[in-house]
């Protein structure tokens, strides 16, 4: 991932055109509207509006149903000059949009190597081979008759908030944090499919691999394998999305969502891991000494506020919300702090909604706000007692060309006005 | 299983006896009994799937006490030129290298008709796509320049990556001569080799060293980032006022959100 060849000056157009989005940089009114005894009527109340005399689309107009025309801007992103093709690139999930936990299947960001492979589930096979007893191949419709299960997993990508190892780049959420999503998976434990095959005890280490035109390729060490791993078939209850690998797709909880081979077509069992180019040319981590760690499976505890934030400014003075998602690919979030003056003093937040292991919680902080300015950050602890470092604290150990695992605390910068920066502190 | 499939069927399993003796140099002797088995089912003019579960069977005690019986009776096995046929990968020990060959000088008309368009001729890169050769040494640098010849640890990572997704839109159309001839060709970019006319093959690829190869170390963090852990966090006058020393508006690389990306 390389840095913009060139960088301009500070653009203050660029600055308000991510907070027009969600429509601020207007006056934030103090006071609600129809306080005063001397206020006009509101005629969206007193008029009677079109959508309030005639009736509107019937039952069969949206077979399947999509968000409101009005949510037409929260959308998947991507950031253009980050890749060379749109075939093997990444988006992102509009996160300062979202609230809960789970993701909407459509809204989950993307990273392909070579497209998305449109597989007919009839034609698609998963080949169980290498050190088995028996090699084996499943169609789609013997993986549905085996016993199922749900599970609500985050997937994130290791190199989320990769490119802000240098400082504050990217001026969203959706771009410094959202290639994560959080969605409900139905399919059978990995265990299950390996226990017909027969695993020999050679067997350390699984090769997963994808059917399409990059034939992604990842090891997996076998204990993992079989400990929670899931091949999965369904999200958030129906059929996995085209982009999220249909038919078919490993689950990795907790580890870095290159692992999760989609449109996936085969296992192969062996004694040693297979280096393939997913992890060693990519998906290591280039440390400061021009060593690399390399296995950097797990995804550490890391946790983000999406509101406020560049792309969703406070409106109000007053009452508002704070909101943002914490994870861990370690086991489950056990708390967040909040800071509002660039972590100095902390609150702890409130969660709200499943919290659950190796999944995305949501957290909450209802605060009054007078206009002061605000430096905004979260700070997640984990079930195994891992504290989301500074991104100083990471650059001190890791220092700023691993790309991945980056889960550094984000600063946003909230104006007097309302508007939300990506700023980095010292 | 329709009447069609089942002929389909038949008609693989027959041609497993003549493939057995390809198939068995990659695989163990429990394998080739199962093909055996399966060979001979030929006999069988219809194939249930519990004859399937018959077949696959554990057909010989051996040493494994993990050796389990299958208990849903699901899937088929996998015949040998279904393996074959997907069954490609290529580990740093040489393990799934096919008989093949190609020499630099080969590799390098290969490479600058098909490579040549992203990868540059001298594999530096064209635009954001990757640069293949170079960097030597600068892994320790500002910014990093990481190709095979300055990064990538492992030979058999070039072939495996090249045979399965490579020329990018057109993958898997190489022979294993010409990924040979492509993977010397990288090497001698990187100058790892010298001599255009050097032949490599199966035989001679696992002698290749790459000059990072043992640089990468497995995840060591529990222990080198243990601080991250167990410390209570401070909640109360944790730091000195802090100044805003970067801001992302400054590098102004955010793409423009007010409309939504172009949709035909």
Excluded at chain 1, 37 to 51: C, E, M, N, R, Y
Excluded at chain 2, 125 to 132: F, K, N
Excluded at chain 2, 211 to 219: I, K, L, R
Excluded at chain 2, 233 to 238: G, T
Aim: aromatic letters at 8%; proline letters at 7%.
């Amino acid at each position: 991932m390389r840095d913009p060849s060139s960088t301009g000056a500070p653009s203050r157009r660029r600055f308000l055109g991510a907070a027009a989005i969600a429509g601020a940089g207007a006056a934030l009114s103090a006071v609600p509207a129809a306080a005063g005894g001397s206020a006009k009527p509101d005629p969206l109340i007193t008029d009677v509006q079109d959508w309030a005399r005639t009736p509107g689309d019937g039952v069969d107009k949206r077979p399947y149903g999509t968000p409101s025309k009005f949510e037409k801007n929260i959308i998947r992103r991507d950031v253009p000059w980050l890749t060379a093709s749109a075939q093997s690139s990444v988006n992102f999930t509009p996160l300062h949009a979202l609230d809960g936990i789970i993701t909407p299947s459509g809204l989950c960001f993307e990273r392909h190597h070579a497209g998305i492979a449109e597989i007919d589930p009839a034609d698609h096979r998963l080949m169980i081979n290498g050190l088995v007893d028996r090699p084996l191949v499943f169609t789609m419709d013997d993986i549905r008759r085996m016993p199922r299960v749900n599970k609500i997993h985050f997937l994130e990508c290791a190199a989320n908030s990769g490119m802000e190892w240098r400082g504050a780049q990217l001026n969203g959420c959706q771009f410094t944090h959202g290639m994560i999503h959080n969605v409900m998976y139905t399919g059978v434990p990995l265990k299950l499919l390996l226990d017909e095959a027969g695993l020999k005890p050679s067997a350390k280490w699984l090769m997963l691999e994808g059917a399409d035109a990059a034939g992604m390729n990842r090891s997996l060490p076998i204990a993992k394998a079989l400990d929670d791993v899931l091949i999965a078939f369904a999200m958030n209850g129906e059929a996995l999305r085209p982009e999220q690998g249909y038919p078919l797709r490993a689950v990795i909880p907790g580890w870095e969502g290159n692992l999760w081979v989609k449109w996936l077509r085969r296992i192969e069992a062996g004694d040693q891991p297979w280096a393939t180019r997913e992890e060693t040319s990519k998906y290591t981590d280039l440390l400061a000494d021009g060593r690399s760690r390399k296995h950097t499976f797990v995804m550490d505890a890391k946790s983000v506020v999406t509101s406020p934030s560049p792309q969703a400014p406070l409106k109000h003075r007053g009452r508002n919300v704070l909101t943002g998602i914490a994870w861990s690919g370690r086991g489950a979030v056990s708390r967040v702090d909040v800071s509002l003056d660039g972590g100095r003093n902390w609150q702890t937040a409130r969660l709200d909604g499943p919290v659950l292991d190796k999944s995305m919680a949501r957290f909450y902080v209802d605060f009054d706000w007078q206009g002061e300015e605000m430096m905004i950050q979260s700070r997640a602890v984990d079930s195994t007692g891992y504290v989301q470092p500074t991104k100083d604290a990471l650059r001190k150990v890791r220092g700023v060309n691993s790309i991945y695992h980056n889960n550094g605390i984000q600063t946003w910068l909230v104006h007097p006005n309302g508007e939300a920066e990506n700023v980095e502190i010292a | 299983m329709s009447r069609l499939r089942e002929a389909a069927l038949l008609a693989v399993l027959l041609g497993v006896a003549d493939q057995s003796v390809g198939w068995v140099e990659r695989s163990d002797t429990h394998h080739f009994r199962v093909a055996q088995l399966m060979g001979f089912a030929n006999a069988q003019p219809i194939l249930r799937a519990s004859d399937v579960a018959e077949i696959a069977k554990p057909t010989a005690p051996d040493d494994d006490t993990r050796r389990s019986t299958p208990k849903l009776g699901l899937g088929r096995p996998a015949l040998p030129e279904e393996i074959a046929a997907w069954d490609t990968d290529v580990r740093p020990d040489g393990k799934g290298l096919p008989v093949g060959k190609g020499t630099v000088k080969q590799g390098e008309d290969i490479f600058q008709a098909q490579c040549a368009a992203c990868h540059g001729e001298f594999g530096e890169g064209v635009g954001r796509w990757p640069p293949l050769a170079g960097g030597a040494g600068t892994l320790t640098a500002d910014r990093p320049d990481k190709t095979v010849g300055s990064f990538w640890p492992d030979l058999s990572t070039v072939f495996d990556y090249i045979q399965r997704a490579m020329p990018f839109g057109n993958a898997r159309s190489l022979s294993n001569d010409e990924v040979y001839a492509l993977t010397a060709y990288i090497l001698s970019m990187n100058d790892i080799i010298k001599d255009e006319n050097f032949e490599l093959n199966e035989r001679n690829f696992t002698s290749i060293r790459m000059p990072n190869a043992t640089a990468f170390y497995d995840d060591d963090r529990e222990i080198a980032e243990k601080a991250f852990w167990g410390s209570e966090p401070c909640m109360k006058d944790c730091r000195a006022a802090p100044k805003v020393v970067g801001r992302a508006v400054s590098v102004d690389v955010t793409p423009d959100g007010k409309s939504g990306p172009k949709v035909d």
